[in-house]
């Protein structure tokens, strides 16, 4: 089966969807698939090489929206010789191109939404959610309508899609998430790491990673962090991610504010071994978002045997809290505080306890090997009744699209 994604940009720097497609790619690889991908990005980037996926790049489109003339042509073109295409992301053009690209045609498609229709939005961005209002009314929800299925991470942003939009009409498939095992040796990764920031070592590390934006709840972490920073003199925060520089100045800023700048570590975006170090060093892993259809740095953590400390606006916070697997509570300061309190009340025993249940709690729920064949799965259950009992094989398809799902 040959399946094409279709994503707005490959930049690692853009978070957990471009890294959960790298990891499905690799996961896919394994199991002797092809993964191919369409993206927008400029001709020169350093990260189009290197991936396990093949690269179609088309440049850069136009405004924010990604608006590019070729794009509906060159999937038109190429749809035949996939099986499903596959739209990572709403609200940019690459969806509709895919839409207009394929109505009529004999490969279906369907819809990643990447946590994409949250009514946290709505509640946080209203001018935003009016003018994603009338793009819905206009295309979304028709892009939506006719997609095969459209894919979430869990169940929670399965049903918290349902609450953003009107007129809300698709076939909803959950198909998890996760990511692969560290492949790194642990030694040589956290001496690498600890190397980098030789400052850090015998330090008690609280580790933040990933986009630093304030849907994260950066802000709650320096002032939870700054309430229990003197429970002992080694704690020290580490935030590893990269942001907009406003942000960043903003959250340095209250850092100083709070008295704590001396106890924190910015290392802008890390990678490869630096990232595996990063959460290994770490005795926990913090992500106190108020908004968070999976977290892949979550799901990271606890492949490293790292308890994680998350609010329950983090999707999976059901499977983490069941599985002992870290601390969940409320997306407010205070609740990010609860958090670090009982971390640091945890005695030894306790803590050696959780560590084992993380790595149980990756492993029953969050290993891409898993993900990658629920996903490969509902592909194929939604594609075989269209092909001709002849064509059930690897190849292109043969038979027409039915109409709405």
Excluded at 285 to 299: D, K, R, W, Y
């Amino acid at each position: 089966m040959r399946v094409l994604h279709v994503i707005a940009s490959v930049n690692p720097e853009h978070g957990g969807p471009m890294e959960g497609l790298r990891q499905l790619a690799r996961a896919n690889l394994l199991s002797g698939l092809q993964t191919d991908v369409v993206c927008f990005d400029p001709p020169d980037s350093d990260y189009l090489d290197g991936n396990a996926f093949r690269v179609y790049n088309l440049g850069p489109g136009y405004l924010r929206y990604n608006y590019h003339s070729d794009a509906k042509n060159w999937l038109s073109t190429h749809a035949p010789e996939y099986d499903a295409i596959v739209v990572n992301g709403l609200w940019m053009y690459h969806g509709l191109a895919t839409w207009r690209a394929l109505r009529g045609s004999r490969t279906p498609y369907f819809v990643f939404s990447h946590g994409m229709l949250d009514p946290w939005f709505r509640q946080r961005y209203p001018w935003k959610h009016l003018k994603k209002l009338l793009y819905w009314i206009l295309f979304e929800r028709r892009i939506l309508r006719d997609a095969k299925a459209v894919f979430f991470t869990c169940e929670q942003e399965r049903l918290l899609a349902r609450q953003s939009f009107p007129w809300y009409r698709v076939k909803e498939v959950v198909t998890g998430y996760g990511t692969s095992r560290p492949s790194d040796d642990a030694g040589t990764s956290t001496s690498e790491f600890l190397a980098t920031y030789p400052g850090l070592k015998d330090l008690r590390l609280l580790l933040y990673i990933g986009r630093i934006h304030e849907k994260k709840g950066c802000d709650l972490l320096l002032e939870a962090f700054a309430r229990v920073r003197n429970k002992d003199p080694r704690l020290h925060l580490v935030m590893a991610g990269p942001g907009e520089s406003e942000i960043l100045r903003t959250l340095m800023a209250k850092a100083t504010q709070l008295g704590i700048e001396s106890q924190i570590t910015w290392t802008g975006m890390i990678s490869g071994n630096l990232k595996w170090g990063a959460l290994r060093s770490a005795e926990i892993m913090c992500l106190p978002s108020h908004q968070e259809n999976f977290g892949i740095t979550v799901a990271e953590a606890l492949a490293c045997g790292t308890p994680v400390a998350i609010s329950n606006q983090v999707n999976i916070w059901r499977e983490i809290e069941s599985e002992r697997a870290g601390w969940v509570d409320s997306d407010t300061v205070e609740g990010t505080e609860r958090n670090l309190l009982s971390w640091l009340d945890s005695s030894p025993a306790e803590f050696t306890s959780m560590r084992e249940c993380a790595k149980r709690c990756f492993e029953n729920h969050f290993r891409i090997e898993g993900t990658s064949a629920k996903l490969l799965d509902a592909i194929r259950e939604a594609i075989t009744p269209l092909r001709p009992a002849s064509s059930v094989h690897a190849g292109t398809l043969t038979a027409e699209l039915g109409g709405d799902v």
